[in-house]
C-alpha cells in the first residue's frame, strides 16, 4: 500500500465533542489517528487528500485549529524504505543498534543469542498466530545461583506500525546479555532479576507493516469481510469494552468479539497466569509517556501515588541521559479513557501493583517513521530508566 495521496495534519481537541467527532472519523475509516489523543494538545491524523478540503473545514469550524505537518506521508516512508536498502547496499550487517529489522530477523537474532548465551537466555514460543507465526519469548538471567529473584515481564510490538518499540526491546536483551560477563549494571540486574521479554508481541502486525502496510496496527485476523485485526491492547479481560475502544470490526481500536479473543492475548495470559511477577512494563508509541494503570477510568488507581513515585524514578532516569522528559500518570486523566490494555488485565486480574504502559520517543515530528538513529539513543535512555526503575521496585 501506498500513501501518496495521504497528509498528515494536527489538530488540537479540547472539548468532549472533538473527542467523539474523531473517534466517530476514525470508526467510519474518514482519518486514521497516530498518537493518543489529549485535551488541548497536538493529535496527528492521517487521511486523504481528497477528502483533505471538507476534513480541513470541519476541523476549522469546531476551532480545532488544523495544521498540515506533512503534505506526503508516502515521501516519509521512501526516506524510511530508502535508508533500509542504502544500508542493504552496502553490505552492513543488520544489527539491532543500527536497523529496524522484520520478524524473520528479529527471529534469527533472537534464536544466535541463546547459542552464544546458553547459560543466561532461553527462547520459547509462547504461541501461534492466526497466520501461524510464533510469539517469542526469551528468558534471561545471571547464573550467579540465587534462587529468590524478582520477576519482571517486558512486552514490546503490540501496535504493528511502532517499529521502535521491538528495536527498543532488542537493545534492552542485548544491553543485559552482552555485558553480563564485564560486571556492573547488566550482572546486577541479571543477577537480581529473572527478565521475561517478549519483543514483538504481534508477529503477524509486524510483518504486515515491513512487507505490505506501513501503518498498520491491528493483528491479521481476518473479522468480516474485508476487515482485518483486532487491537490486541483493547482486546484484554478487564474492564473489557467499558469505554475508548470501537464495535466497528474495520476500526483501529476495534476491541474484538469478546475479551482474551486473540492468539496473542490468550498467550500472554497463559504464560503469565499462575506466575508470581513483581513488575510488567509495556512499551508502545509515540508520546513519551509513563503511565500507570488504570486505562478504563479516571479514578485513580489504588496506591496511586506509590505508583507515581516509582514512574518518576524510570522518567528522571530517562531525562538525564537525552534531556527527554516523560509525563507521569493515569493514561485515563492524562489523555482519555481506553480499556482493554494489557496494562489494567496485569493490575486487575493478577494483581501486580507495578503494571504500567511506556509510550516511547518522539513526542512528534515523523511520529512512527522514526530515523535508524533513534534505535540507539532511545535505546540508551530506556535502558536507563528501566534499570533505575526496576532497582527502586521492593
Known amino acids: ?145 540465587a534462587t529468590n529473584k524478582k520477576n519482571a515481564m517486558l512486552d514490546f510490538g503490540i501496535h504493528a506500525r511502532e517499529w521502535i518499540s521491538p ?10 546479555v552482552s555485558k553480563y560477563a564485564a560486571g556492573g549494571l547488566s550482572k546486577e540486574l541479571l543477577d ?19 512487507a ?9 485476523k481476518l473479522v468480516s469481510g474485508t476487515c482485518y485485526g483486532v487491537d490486541l491492547n483493547r482486546n484484554f479481560g478487564y474492564q473489557w469494552n467499558t469505554g475508548g475502544s470501537s464495535a466497528s470490526a474495520c476500526s483501529d481500536t476495534f476491541h474484538g468479539g469478546s475479551p482474551m479473543s486473540e492468539n496473542e492475548a490468550k498467550a500472554l495470559q497463559n504464560y503469565m497466569t499462575g506466575k508470581p511477577w513483581n513488575t510488567y512494563l509495556t512499551f508502545h508509541s509515540y508520546g513519551q509517556w509513563w503511565f500507570t494503570n488504570w486505562g478504563y477510568t479516571t479514578a485513580n488507581p489504588p496506591q496511586y501515588e506509590e505508583l507515581k513515585q516509582k514512574a518518576n524514578i524510570g522518567a528522571n532516569a530517562i531525562k538525564a541521559v537525552n534531556g527527554r522528559a516523560y509525563t507521569v500518570g493515569s493514561s485515563a486523566q492524562i489523555l482519555y479513557v481506553a480499556s482493554g490494555g494489557s496494562e489494567d488485565w496485569t493490575r486487575g486480574v493478577l494483581n501486580c501493583l507495578y503494571s504500567y504502559c511506556i509510550e516511547l520517543p518522539p513526542t512528534g515530528g515523523t511520529g512512527f517513521i522514526a530515523p535508524v538513529s533513534e534505535i540507539l539513543k532511545t535505546g540508551l535512555e530506556t535502558f536507563a530508566g528501566v534499570a533505575a526503575y526496576l532497582k527502586a521496585l521492593p
Open 167 to 176: 528495536a527498543t526491546g532488542c537493545y534492552i536483551i542485548n544491553e543485559l
Open 212 to 220: 505490505r502496510e506501513r501503518m498498520w496496527r491491528k493483528n491479521r
Open 1 to 145: 500500500m501506498n500513501y501518496f495521496s495521504n497528509i498528515l495534519v494536527s489538530v488540537t481537541p479540547y472539548e468532549e465533542k472533538h473527542f467523539k467527532v474523531l473517534s466517530l472519523l476514525e470508526d467510519t475509516d474518514e482519518i486514521n489517528i497516530w498518537n493518543d489523543i489529549r485535551r488541548n494538545s497536538s493529535v496527528h491524523v492521517m487521511f486523504n487528500n481528497a477528502t483533505a478540503p471538507w476534513l480541513l473545514e470541519l476541523f476549522s469550524s469546531l476551532s480545532m485549529k488544523p495544521s498540515i505537518m506533512h503534505s506526503n506521508v508516502q515521501a516519509l516512508v521512501d526516506q524510511e524504505e530508502n535508508e533500509i536498502q542504502l544500508r542493504a547496499r552496502s553490505g552492513a550487517p543488520r544489527g539491532i543498534h543500527d536497523a529496524f529489522l522484520n520478524y524473520d530477523e528479529v527471529t534469527a537474532w533472537l534464536q544466535d543469542l541463546v547459542k552464544n548465551y546458553p547459560n543466561l537466555c532461553t527462547l520459547i514460543s509462547i504461541g501461534k498466530t492466526y497466520e501461524n507465526r510464533d510469539i517469542w519469548l526469551i528468558k534471561c538471567t545471571g547464573n550467579n545461583g
Open 192 to 210: 537480581t532479576w529473572v527478565f521475561h521479554v517478549i519483543p514483538i508481541l504481534n508477529p503477524d502486525g509486524y510483518a504486515h507493516s515491513h
